[in-house]
Antibody
Framework: QVQLVESGGGLVKPGGSLRLSCAAS????????MSWIRQAPGKGLEWVSY????????YYADSVKGRFTISRDNAKNSLYLQMNSLRADDTAVYYC?????????WGQGTLVTVSS | EIVMTQSPATLSVSPGERATLSCRAS??????LAWYQQKPGQAPRLLIY???TRATGIPARFSGSGSGTEFTLTISSLQSEDFAVYYC??????????FGQGTKLQIK
């Protein structure tokens, strides 16, 4: 079945870096666009970044532009999010999702906590 | 950026009754709207896309309607497993994709 599994979350100090990964299975990963979406504790959903199937087209939310970098390795069926200059307001569960303009499916999420 | 506004913030309904959730866009999004369900501790699950097309495996008691700026998610006869938070999302003008703030559907 179609499955997405995130990893790489954890506790990091303000100004620090973290790299999230998303392992895809059950579908032809290289055929699909992908996105990262996050959810701060007790809050709603915020789209973070998008990458096209080949990786040539990339978009970011203004809140992360210049600090986060999305990438993918189609040979490894994997999506990544490199997060630099992390701030307290980046604390959230980060989900990867297959991007059909709507999102389906979603991974289970990985928690990123930015705190000193 | 298109702002999505959901109402009400919390809706209390008894099992077996009908629930009607609303989503409004700050400008027309045509029919480019999706609905998601999220239960505590879980990832969101796609319910509806194209404003009215049910996703694979979604029960027929879930229906979506609307176009332009006004949308509705209706759950015809609430089951215990339907009590959750529901989000709408537009994909007409992006980036960015934008979500509503959510409606919490709770047991009355």
């Amino acid at each position: 079945q179609v499955q997405l599994v995130e990893s790489g979350g954890g506790l990091v100090k303000p100004g620090g870096s973290l790299r999230l990964s998303c392992a895809a299975s059950g579908f032809t990963f290289s055929d699909y666009y992908m996105s990262w979406i996050r959810q701060a504790p007790g809050k709603g959903l915020e789209w973070v970044s998008y990458i096209s199937s080949s990786g040539t087209t990339i978009y970011y939310a203004d809140s992360v532009k210049g600090r986060f970098t999305i990438s993918r390795d189609n040979a490894k069926n994997s999506l990544y999010l490199q997060m630099n200059s992390l701030r307290a307001d980046d604390t959230a569960v980060y989900y990867c999702a297959r991007d059909l303009n709507w999102f389906d499916p979603w991974g289970q999420g990985t928690l990123v906590t930015v705190s000193s | 950026e298109i702002v999505m506004t959901q109402s009400p913030a919390t809706l209390s309904v008894s099992p077996g009754e009908r629930a009607t959730l609303s989503c409004r866009a700050s400008q027309s999004v045509s029919s480019n709207l999706a609905w998601y369900q999220q239960k505590p501790g879980q990832a969101p699950r796609l319910l509806i896309y194209g404003a009215s097309t049910r996703a694979t495996g979604i029960p027929a008691r879930f229906s979506g309607s609307g176009s332009g700026t006004e949308f509705t998610l209706t759950i015809s006869s609430l089951q215990s497993e339907d009590f959750a938070v529901y989000y709408c999302q537009q994909y007409n003008n992006w980036p960015p994709y934008t979500f509503g703030q959510g409606t919490k559907l709770q047991i009355k």
